[in-house]
């Protein structure tokens, strides 16, 4: 690794910290013309369904859908918390990549914190998880090793990263969430130097076995991110007739939607240490809709 562009990064984090408290305008309510996720992202635009909505339905559908997706966030980073811990029990404390992972770590709770306050003042309720999605995230925080742990981690945050895009860059979207995700894709940039190096040295010595697992475990991580975003209850909030008829439509445009905006990084970042082969390629088509 660089050690001089990571001490730079450590003295920035140091005397330039981006603080949620100061640089969000948490005073700030929602405008009248203005909304909570790009239509673009939401489960039933593009259906005819869709056409049938009130303005205050299709509001309502995208404050609840991206509370889900702020949710998967703050998951996101929770896990992310998790390799970063148990890659530094393995450093000396004075080595340079255990002192940049401290200020990663502070800079990583801020991040959930900072989620959970948007949650709350957009009046939030985040629906919890499936049986099936606890055990997966409790089997792979326990039992995965920390290389396959990274992987998995670096996955949900490139996709959810795609969400923080288009929020950011919408003029329409609430000036909150706006500047929330905009602070979140700074101080991620200055991660990617030490994620790069990372990614470097794990795939470098992996061979056809092992990316082939790493390439499941990503997609399986990203598949269970998914299904955090669409859910019946939130058709039931917005007060939508037969909400489990519209959840299957919903399910289906959803995926079709999140293979069409979400997945070129990923498939990308997969793509630039061969991780779609014969064993896997098939997967990816069939699960998420890939085009690989």
């Known amino acids: 690794m660089d050690v001089k562009a990571i001490e730079r990064l450590i003295k920035i984090s140091q005397e330039h910290p981006l603080m949620p408290e100061t640089y969000i305008p948490w005073h700030e309510e929602p405008k009248a013309e203005e909304i909570f996720l790009p239509e673009v992202l939401t489960s039933l635009q593009g259906l005819d369904i869709y056409n049938t909505l009130t303005p205050a339905q299709k509001l309502e559908l995208g404050r609840h859908e991206l509370v889900q997706v702020i949710a998967s966030y703050a998951w996101g980073e929770c896990l992310f918390c998790l390799f970063m811990t148990r890659h530094m029990l393995t450093l000396p404390q004075d080595h340079v990549e255990h002192r940049f992972l401290r200020r990663e770590l502070i800079e990583e709770f801020r991040h959930q914190e900072m989620f959970m306050q948007a949650i709350t003042k957009i009046g939030g309720n985040p629906l919890p998880q499936t049986r099936m999605h606890k055990f997966i995230g409790e089997f792979s925080n326990k039992y995965l090793p920390a290389d396959y742990l990274f992987m998995g981690s670096v996955s949900v945050e490139l996709v959810t ?3 923080g895009n288009h929020a950011r860059r919408n003029p329409q979207v609430y000036q909150v969430l706006r500047k929330m995700f905009d602070l979140h894709n700074i101080e991620e940039g200055r991660h990617i130097l030490f994620t790069k190096a990372l990614l470097e040295r794990y795939s470098s010595k992996a061979g056809y076995i092992k990316r082939t697992m790493y390439s499941y475990v990503i997609l399986m991580n990203i598949y269970f991110i998914r299904t955090m975003y669409v859910k019946k209850e939130i058709f039931e909030r917005i007060g939508i007739e037969d909400p489990g008829q519209v959840y299957n439509l919903a399910f289906n445009n959803f995926k079709q939607k999140f293979a069409d905006n979400c997945l070129d990084d990923i498939i990308e970042f ?3 240490w ?13 699960v998420l809709g890939a085009n690989v």
């Open 161 to 163: 990263d795609v969400y």
């Open 270 to 272: 997969i793509d630039s």
């Open 274 to 286: 061969k991780g779609f082969n014969r064993a896997t390629r098939w997967a990816w088509r069939r």
